[in-house]
């Protein structure tokens, strides 16, 4: 059975960095990447990875996906972090054919 387990969340100041990173085990992926929630909002697309990496506009130039397909993982770096990227972080991962897997969630909370 597929599973994404994430880990690299955590407490860290504003203007400070994180690297999230998402193992897979079970099946690799098409395309695996990132949501993220903030509390009582939405889930949103942070960005993915498939033959390239791609980010939410709300983040260029401030996350970077990235993926090791050796490792079957696939990695967050957010640098200059704000109070409002605090959220709860999930790790996705699309098969070529069939359902989506989710990982479990990991906290981000960015203090001022």
């Known amino acids: 059975q597929a599973q994404l387990v994430e880990s690299g969340g955590g407490l860290a100041q504003a203007g400070g960095n994180l690297t999230l990173s998402c193992a897979a085990t079970g099946r690799t992926f098409h395309t695996m990447g990132w949501f993220r929630q903030a509390p009582g909002k939405e889930r949103t697309l942070v960005g993915w990875s498939d033959t390239r990496p791609h980010v939410a506009e709300s983040v260029k130039g401030r996350f970077t996906i990235s993926r090791d397909n050796a490792k079957n993982a696939a990695y967050l770096q957010m640098n200059g972090l704000i109070p409002e990227d605090t959220a709860v972080y999930y790790c996705?991962?699309?098969?070529?054919?069939?359902?989506?897997?989710w990982g479990q969630g990991t906290q981000v909370t960015v203090s001022p």
């Open positions: 996705y991962g699309d098969p070529p054919v069939g359902p989506r897997t």
